[in-house]
């Protein structure tokens, strides 16, 4: 039982990875660049081990392998995937396919496979969501390439993934670079659902002085209702763990710096690209790097007074933090959506937006029971922005004024909400039919002459700014 399958990169994805293959039926050989990482990755391997052909080199890997190949890369994003492309290129024939399931900056994706365009082997490249879990027992995949490609590699892919309903979470999302852009709006969105969730828990703590177990109890109770997801539910055990050092809540002994890898980040440089407003994930990114800078966040609590305060008593409840908290991911979803439509628009992808939505709703990190409406929403009234479809219309109407009571109290109170607040701007703008543009624009026409558009659709020479306009 020779494999037409291999996977480089035996680290705690690739490992992972590896197993759920092998685990599904196939024979698959595995190569890490260390040896000693082959050997304990073979050693944890059990009864799986019969379907794993471990190599020592590259070429012993790629011999062992029949044509046509079909290559899983799982190394660190960046250099090392060129890198491992360029080792393979002398020893890869026609029909064989490297498969980069890292986390790629999609343009990287996009170089990648217009530089292999010349070569025997194909390339494509594929987003893999769900953490260690998720990689072993089944993630959402959300590949790219072209249909040859997906007819290839989608039965081994939607066998691997998770489940909804039967459903496999795995789908072609478009070309060349598609996959790894929705992933990376996957991961701009984790920034933003973590971020909104660390707020609510920052009120919780800071203004409403509850204790770690009573955090727990919320978000506990929260997973039981319109919020039901992944990441409430970790926040709910986070909350409850106990520190083995100390004894005492385990948040309390964690460092408040927020680490990242770059994915969020790429989200929000992309929108601006795309020229699309998601507030809530640039806050997100924003609070993140905030967090990074401790030395000045102490120095400002002594230079200004220490944030935040407790609040009045009464002046929030849970009840109002949940409702908030629905409204902020209704607004993040639907600014995450708008720049995938946005991007679907100007690279021509064609992007399957409910099939995106769908493949959300297991083993990534953002799964949610939301995210079947969205589905279903995105379905019914394609095109639309998620605030003006069925439910997420009437779910706004009802927490709208919820999310507004929590970010002014909060704010009063000096805790910051930033993702919270930049959702309900954002919302508060869509609902605006005159912005203060207009100030904007008479300032541009003003200092550049770069003119302005009229209300009533005349004819609009420059203003009557005097010579400044001139120049
Ligand atoms: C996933 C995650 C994963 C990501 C981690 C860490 O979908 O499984 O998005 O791909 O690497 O969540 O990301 P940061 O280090 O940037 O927080």
Known sequence: NAPHLGLIGLGTMGAALALNIAEKGNAIAVFNRTGSVTDAFMASAGALAGRLTPARTLEEFVAAITPPRSIILMVPA?????????????????????????NANYTDTERRVRDCAGEAFDFMGIGVSGGEDGARHGPSIMAGGDAAHWQRMGPLLEAISAKYNDEPCAAL?????AGHF?????????????????????????????????????????????????????????????DPITGGPMLDVILDKAGQKG?????????????????????????RNLSARL????????????????????????????QALIAGKILCYAQGFEMLARASAQF????????????????????????NDMARALAEAPGENLIFASPFTAMLRESAAALRKTVT????AGIAVPALA?????????????????????????????GYERIDGKDAPHGPWGHAAAH
């Open 78 to 102: 960046g250099p090392v995937v060129d890198d491992q492309i360029a080792r393979l290129r002398p020893l890869l024939g026609p029909g064989d396919l490297v498969i980069d399931a890292g």
């Open 173 to 177: 999302m478009g070309p060349g670079g």
């Open 182 to 242: 929705v992933k990376m709006v996957h991961n701009g969105i984790e920034y933003a659902d973590m971020q909104m969730i660390a707020e609510t828990y920052s009120v919780m703590r800071d203004g409403m002085g509850f204790a770690a177990d009573a955090v727990a109890d919320t978000f506990e109770a929260w997973n039981r209702g319109p919020l039901a997801s992944y990441l409430i539910e970790i926040s709910g055990k986070v909350a409850r763990a106990a």
């Open 263 to 287: 994915t969020g980040r790429w989200t929000v440089i992309e929108a601006q690209h795309l020229a699309v407003a998601i507030p809530v994930i640039e806050a997100a990114v924003g609070a």
């Open 295 to 322: 030395d000045d966040r102490q120095k400002g609590a002594r230079v200004f007074g220490a944030m935040p305060q407790s609040l009045p008593t009464g002046s929030l409840d849970t009840a109002t933090l949940e």
């Open 348 to 371: 021509s992808w064609d992007l399957p937006m409910p099939a995106i939505a769908r493949i959300w709703r297991n083993g990534c990190i953002i799964r949610s029971e939301m995210l």
């Open 409 to 412: 109290t909060a704010t009063a």
């Open 422 to 450: 930049a959702g309900l701007s954002w919302f508060d703008t869509m609902r605006t039919p005159r912005t203060p543009a207009n100030m904007i624009q008479a300032q541009r026409d003003f200092f550049g002459a770069h």
